[in-house]
């Protein structure tokens, strides 16, 4: 600011703290606070704003430093505005805080998020958990899937090693919170089975129309499969139904075997 002295030459004086003015100014009342500053004063300039509040440049003595948003965040030192969180991250407060205290708290950073949460960054300000079904890792964006064949009842799951895999009995697709059990009379033959086409009939039972059904008397099956039921050999017939050995057939009325086994 220039200020005419008694002999006529004119003086260059430097703004108070953290205020400027344009070129040229003769007053000190043309001097405005630098960006993230406000409040200016003739006595002492212009007062920063500390992190998680930001000001625009120019202001005068009504100007006052205003508090980031929620999902944006600023630094201390940092000569950028309010700049939005990052996919992935979460905002940071200044000292201790709850969730009923976030209003009267200044957003200061971002720090990434824990494995088992999500975040797409702003205008969000937290990480979110998973749902069951789901897992992430550390940094994610969105949560995946659970892997077809396993299953998660509970949310915040940190690996896709989280995700238990479906016992004999049992499948999933995806996301699921709960394998889902094989139809009545089947099975699968392993473990982390992904679809309801891995069921396969029970041993003494066969495939008929989509569904398994016990082998009729004079008949048995010994493996777990789709494959239809074997007939007792002639003159022979089971006692019962959904029987599994060929040691259940037995030699009908007025017959005997050579083999032990009838």
């Known amino acids: 600011v220039e200020t005419e002295m008694a002999s006529s030459v004119l003086q260059c004086y430097d703004c108070l703290l953290h205020s400027t003015s344009p070129t040229n100014s003769t007053d000190p009342s043309a001097c405005t606070c630098h960006k993230n500053a406000a409040g200016f004063h003739a006595d002492n300039g212009c007062s920063r704003c500390p992190g998680g509040e930001f000001a625009p440049a120019g202001g005068g003595p009504s100007s006052i430093c205003q508090t ?12 950028e505005g309010c700049v939005p969180v990052l996919p992935g991250y979460r905002t940071v407060f200044d000292g201790s805080h709850n ?18 949460t999500m975040s797409q960054g702003a205008p969000r300000d937290n990480c979110g958990e998973c749902d ?59 473990p982390g089975s992904f679809n309801i086409s891995n069921c396969t009939c029970v041993a003494g039972y ?11 008397a004079g008949q048995f099956k010994g493996l777990v499969s789709d494959a239809p039921c074997k007939t007792c050999t002639a003159h022979s017939t089971t006692l019962d139904t959904a029987k599994t050995l060929v040691s259940d057939c037995r030699c009908n009325a007025g017959y005997e075997s050579e083999d032990t086994a009838y």
């Open 68 to 79: 980031c948003g929620e999902g944006y965040f600023r630094k201390e030192d940092s000569s």
């Open 132 to 190: 069951a079904g789901h897992y992430s890792l550390e940094g994610a964006t969105v949560c995946s899937l659970c892997l077809p064949g396993t299953q998660t009842p509970f949310a915040g799951m940190v690996s896709a090693a989280s995700c238990d895999e479906c016992g004999h009995g049992f499948f999933s697709n995806s996301a699921m919170t709960q394998c889902d059990v094989c139809p009545v009379h089947e099975i699968t033959l392993d």
């Open 99 to 116: 969730a009923q205290q976030h209003l009267q708290s200044r957003r200061v950073s971002q720090e990434v998020c824990s494995a088992g």
């Open 206 to 216: 066969e495939r008929s129309n989509g569904k398994c059904l016990a082998c009729p």
